[in-house]
């Protein structure tokens, strides 16, 4: 009985002493929701989302004044986006240990992954470099890998470190190029691990600059429509408000 009892007590006494810091917190909250008024230059709504230029150290992502980077394109460190070249929506370019390159007229296309590490194990350079009329598409993977001038990468494609894809080569989709591998010239190649399929014809040869100038086209089309993010506009809502000027 006196065990119960001394039970009971406990339990009273700590009720008895939790109740006071319940209504003291809640009235506190209560008071601090009162006196909270918002600053009238705070921004309302906001539909940038996320950052798409991320400086790291020294770096700063660089984008040429005729390139298309989509609005939810994600470029950090050191970057290079050159003339006529676009990186379309969701990509992701980290350039935190080593230098990334997107050369003339080449397209990044969706979603897709590209980094360098600091160094490479096979003696070759370790930065990314895309050059010049080269498709990249969507949902790939690179990695301190080259590809050179006037090149096809299929959508989800994986391109591990040192690997090199030499001049008018084409790589078809789901195509996995091993750390150090070297795809010959004019050559198409598939598979995981790649392997070579066939040697390309002078035409297809012709045709493949002719994809990423059409990809360039159509990314003009979308520059055209894409306004950059900002808050400028409710500056200039305001001063047509204090004129008097409907908006």
Same mark, same amino acid.
């Given at each position: 009985?006196?065990?119960?009892?001394?039970?009971?007590?406990?339990?009273?006494?700590?009720?008895?002493?939790?109740?006071?810091?319940?209504?003291?917190? !809640?009235?506190?909250?209560?008071?601090?929701?009162?006196?909270?008024?918002?600053?009238?230059?705070?921004?309302?709504?906001?539909?940038?989302?996320?950052?798409?230029?991320?400086?790291?150290?020294?770096?700063?992502?660089?984008?040429?004044?005729?390139? #298309?980077?989509?609005?939810?394109?994600?470029?950090?460190?050191?970057?290079?986006?050159?003339?006529?070249?676009?990186?379309?929506?969701?990509?992701?370019?980290?350039?935190? %240990?080593?230098?990334?390159?997107?050369?003339?007229?080449?397209?990044?296309?969706?979603?897709?992954?590209?980094?360098?590490?600091?160094?490479?194990?096979?003696?070759?350079?370790?930065?990314?470099?895309?050059?010049?009329?080269?498709? /990249?598409?969507? #949902?790939?993977?690179? !990695?301190?890998?080259?590809?050179?001038?006037?090149?096809?990468?299929?959508? *989800?494609?994986? %391109?591990?470190?040192?690997?090199?894809?030499?001049?008018?080569?084409?790589?078809?989709?789901?195509? /996995?190029?091993?750390?150090? !591998?070297?795809?010959?010239?004019?050559?198409?190649?598939?598979?995981?691990?790649?392997?070579?399929?066939?040697? %390309?014809?002078?035409?297809?040869?012709?045709?493949?600059?002719?994809?990423?100038?059409?990809?360039?086209?159509?990314?003009? &089309? *979308?520059?055209?429509?894409?306004?950059? #993010?900002?808050?400028?506009? %409710?500056?200039? &809502?305001?001063?047509?408000?204090?004129?008097?000027?409907?908006?």
């Amino acid at each position: 009985m006196a065990i119960s009892l001394a039970r009971f007590s406990r339990k009273a006494l700590a009720s008895a002493l939790s109740a006071p810091s319940h209504v003291v917190s !809640r009235s506190f909250a209560t008071e601090s929701a009162k006196n909270f008024r918002p600053s009238p230059d705070r921004v309302k709504w906001d539909y940038r989302g996320q950052r798409k230029i991320i400086p790291l150290g020294p770096w700063v992502p660089k984008i040429a004044v005729d390139a #298309y980077v989509a609005p939810n394109v994600v470029l950090a460190g050191q970057v290079t986006i050159s003339d006529g070249a676009s990186v379309w929506n969701g990509a992701v370019l980290r350039g935190d %240990l080593n230098k990334i390159t997107i050369g003339f007229c080449s397209n990044v296309q969706e979603r897709c992954v590209i980094h360098a590490a600091s160094s490479s194990p096979t003696g070759l350079p370790a930065e990314t470099s895309v050059e010049r009329f080269v498709t /990249v598409g969507g #949902y790939c993977l690179l !990695r301190s890998s080259t590809i050179e001038p006037e090149c096809i990468i299929g959508q *989800h494609s994986i %391109l591990m470190e040192g690997s090199l894809v030499e001049t008018h080569s084409i790589l078809e989709a789901g195509s /996995v190029v091993p750390p150090g !591998r070297r795809i010959p010239t004019g050559e198409l190649w598939a598979g995981n691990p790649a392997r070579f399929v066939r040697t %390309l014809t002078h035409e297809e040869t012709l045709e493949i600059p002719k994809l990423a100038v059409a990809i360039n086209d159509l990314s003009k &089309e *979308h520059f055209s429509e894409f306004l950059p #993010y900002s808050t400028a506009y %409710l500056e200039v &809502e305001k001063f047509k408000k204090s004129l008097g000027i409907t908006i």
